[in-house]
């Protein structure tokens, strides 16, 4: 199961940190979505588990970070100058690295309950 957390209100400009906990399996591949009313899950970020490699939405390129602590089975998304349009329902999802459509949802198969951030201008 995907556990994530750390969502909240934070003012344009302003930083979050989302958390994704893994238990009873682990991936080795872990990406994030973001979700608004009306549009589909859209990607965000991944990482490969053992290797490290990381990969970006250009929406996202050069404000958030993504990274994981291998003693604590987590995968940490650092979200710095944060917009508006950031705003969102914030999923963690795992599945296997093999794939080489990281930015598919349907490359992913198990999914966290989802994060709330909201970026207020």
């Known amino acids: 199961q995907l556990q994530a957390s750390g969502g909240g209100l934070v003012q344009a400009g302003g930083s979050l940190r989302l958390s994704c906990a893994a238990s009873g399996r682990t991936f080795s591949r872990y990406g994030w979505f973001r979700q608004v009313p009306g549009k589909e899950r859209e990607f965000a970020v991944a990482i490969n588990w053992s290797s490290g490699s990381t990969y970006y939405a250009d929406s996202v390129k050069g404000r958030f970070t993504i990274s994981r602590d291998n003693a604590k089975n987590t995968v940490y998304l650092q979200m710095n100058s944060l917009k508006p349009e950031d705003t969102g329902v914030y999923y963690c999802?795992?599945?296997?690295?093999?794939?080489?459509?990281?930015?598919?949802?349907?490359?992913?198969?198990?999914w966290g309950q989802g994060t709330q951030v909201t970026v207020s201008s």
């Open positions: 999802a795992g599945g296997p690295s093999y794939s080489a459509y990281y930015y598919y949802t349907r490359s992913y198969d198990s």
